[in-house]
């Protein structure tokens, strides 16, 4: 795969947590739980984000291009949509920004990449399901996909796509006007679910533990952000050190190598579970207010 050490620990973490949803649902399954076979339609979507992002799915223009958390990264991946290219090009010549929040501003950009991405898949999945549905001649109590499936994918589709406005919306305004000061989070996903949060039907006490959390979990991100890049220069400076022939030396920058990329794939997987778990919680409150 070509990956960066950052990239595989990424990788490690997803596959990780993608691991323990599917545990879950196999007893899920063994009680009769998931009889419209929704969970597992889901769990497919899932692996198949994840082998499109890391380039798994067979298709050579499908995986992310790594960036570099040592050098400047902002060159070396695109975003495929000319909204967000025009967007970032302002940005970057604007004179607003300094180089950290070029970076912060650039994660912003991926991670609405990865929406859209996530998205797409998604809206094929639905088109796929609807044609199965629309071409069942002999309906029976297997082969019979149920409205309520579709109408909870039509829900989540809908849910990504104002996630997505929402989130155009922001980088049009950053990108033009610089960063606002006051802004409560700086994490693109934590800045998603705290506006999401707002649209959902949460009480004021809710709606304020929920941002105590968001503030935890923001700092939750920006320790696992300082482990990737201690990771990815630990190992520049290994492959560095295994051209100098000293045994002793690499041994020890091994040891440390080992226990960085240990403690990125632990923080990847407790960032992406808390994510999920959150998000969870803020579907539900949407879906309340559909009611």
């Given at each position: ?6 990239k ?17 649902w ?29 380039g ?20 070396s ?44 898949i ?86 304020e ?59 990847g997987y ?22």
């Open positions: 795969l070509h990956l960066s050490a950052v595989l620990a990424e990788l490690h973490s997803d596959l990780k947590l993608q691991e323990k949803d599917e545990l879950s196999k007893k899920l399954k063994a009680e009769g739980l998931d009889e419209d076979g929704e969970k597992e339609a889901k769990l497919r979507r899932n692996l198949n984000v994840i082998m499109t992002k890391y798994m799915n067979g298709k050579k223009d499908s995986q992310l291009v790594d960036t570099n958390y040592i050098k400047d990264g902002t060159e991946d695109t975003l495929d949509d000319p909204r967000l290219e025009k967007l970032w090009s302002k940005a970057k010549t604007s004179g607003k920004f300094s180089d950290e929040e070029l970076d912060k501003l650039w994660r912003e950009f991926k991670h609405h990449k990865e929406k859209i991405r996530e998205y797409n998604l809206l094929e999945t639905v088109s796929r399901t609807e044609d199965i549905h629309k071409n069942v001649i002999n309906p029976s109590e297997e082969n019979v996909v149920k409205e309520e499936i579709l109408h909870n994918k039509h829900r989540e589709l809908k849910d990504k796509l104002r996630s997505i406005n929402q989130g155009f919306e922001r980088l049009r305004k950053v990108s033009h006007q610089g960063y606002d000061t006051t802004s409560e989070f700086e994490e693109p996903r934590v800045i998603d679910l705290w506006d999401m949060a707002k649209s959902a039907n949460f009480t004021e006490k809710e709606l533990s929920f941002r105590e959390e968001l503030k935890h979990f923001e700092a939750k991100i920006e320790k696992h952000h300082h482990y990737q890049k201690q990771l990815e220069i630990s190992h520049q400076k290994l492959k560095h050190i295994e051209g100098t022939g000293d045994k002793d030396h690499l041994n020890r920058n091994r040891e440390k190598y080992a226990m960085l990329e240990e403690k990125t794939k632990e923080l407790k960032v992406k579970k808390h994510l999920q778990d959150l998000s969870s919680r803020i579907s539900q409150g949407l879906q309340h207010n559909e009611l």
